[in-house]
């Protein structure tokens, strides 16, 4: 199967694309943190098409992550595949981050049967969530500020894993061992997921579980410059 991955939703942008060989990993490229995505996410994906000599429209299935993260890179993410899968015609599917992350998490050694996540959700808080082994999810994914999280998690997960594992271990927030505090999404793992994902179940919709800290004005509060 011929499958398209992205992932923008923690600052990392990624894309991958498999071929249908399952003795071979995905062809990855990635865009450098803190780089211009919603720039450079369609030349990429376009420079990774061009060099494995692959047209959009011989695409089975195309996958996106749909967040939680960064609001911009998931709205910029989900639009890009939403788009080039309309245009193509070819079904796009969607996986939340947190189950990328446990797609990956449970390659490692070691990994109990029942675990944490926790990523950044910004303004000293985290979102969180509790799996079990095999990624079947104990509890939603939740935000939380950083010294509710002792109290989410404990008695419950075995260890933490996760972008803000290791930030929440540090400030004493968390007393759990810490384990791949390195973990993020990344396309690579979503691709080879992307089969398991059920396209009415699973759709390529954004995933915030929070608003948007930044929000419109209402009643002209701000004046604009021309007035």
Do not use: W
């Amino acid at each position: 199967m011929r499958i398209l991955a992205i992932e923008t939703s923690m600052g990392r942008t990624s894309v991958a694309l498999t071929l249908g060989r399952p003795a071979e990993p995905p062809l990855a490229k990635e865009i450098a943190p803190g780089t211009g995505h919603a720039e450079q996410l369609i030349p990429l994906i376009g420079s990774l098409m061009a060099e494995a000599d692959v047209s959009f429209g011989s695409l089975d299935r195309i996958a996106v992550c749909i967040g939680p993260g960064g609001f911009s890179g998931i709205r910029t993410g989900v639009a890009a595949g939403r788009g080039i899968g309309l245009a193509a015609q070819v079904p796009v599917v969607g996986a939340t981050s947190f189950r990328i992350m446990a797609a990956a998490f449970e390659k490692k050694p070691g990994v109990p049967e029942i675990y944490g996540l926790a990523a950044p959700a910004g303004l000293n808080a985290v979102y969180c969530q509790i799996l079990s082994r095999g990624g079947a999810p104990v509890t939603d994914i939740v935000a939380l500020p950083q010294p509710e999280c002792a109290a989410f998690f404990s008695g419950r997960a075995e260890i933490l894993a996760g972008p803000a594992a290791g930030a929440l271990s540090e400030g004493g927030f968390v007393s759990l061992p810490i384990m791949a505090p390195g973990l993020r999404p990344d396309a690579a793992t979503l691709a080879g997921i992307a089969m398991s994902l059920d396209p009415a179940r699973d759709a390529p919709s954004p995933y915030y579980v929070r608003e948007a800290d930044a929000k419109p004005q209402t009643n002209h509060v701000i004046a604009l410059r021309s007035d």
